[in-house]
């Protein structure tokens, strides 16, 4: 089943990642800036690390190790 989250994020600076499952994981991309409301405006999305399916549902603080 097709699935997709997008995830207001905090870490060095203020994004919003976007997840998509594939093969059983969630493929990450940063947004760096504001999401866009317009079609057409582009933002630059840059990949990151994968996560679990359960991290789906995350919502709270990710602390640093």
Same mark, same amino acid.
């Given at each position: 089943?097709?699935?997709?989250?997008?995830?207001?994020?905090?870490?060095?600076?203020?994004?919003?990642?976007?997840?998509?499952?594939?093969? @059983?994981?969630?493929?990450?991309?940063?947004?760096?800036?504001?999401?866009?409301?317009?079609?057409?405006?582009?933002?630059?999305?840059? @990949?990151?690390?994968?996560?679990?399916?359960?991290?789906?549902?995350?919502?709270?603080?990710?602390? @640093? @190790?």
């Amino acid at each position: 089943m097709p699935l997709y989250v997008i995830q207001e994020h905090w870490a060095s600076t203020y994004h919003f990642d976007f997840r998509f499952k594939i093969d @059983g994981i969630l493929k990450s991309w940063a947004v760096l800036k504001e999401v866009p409301q317009d079609y057409g405006v582009k933002r630059l999305a840059v @990949g990151v690390e994968d996560h679990v399916l359960e991290y789906v549902d995350f919502s709270g603080v990710v602390h @640093g @190790g």
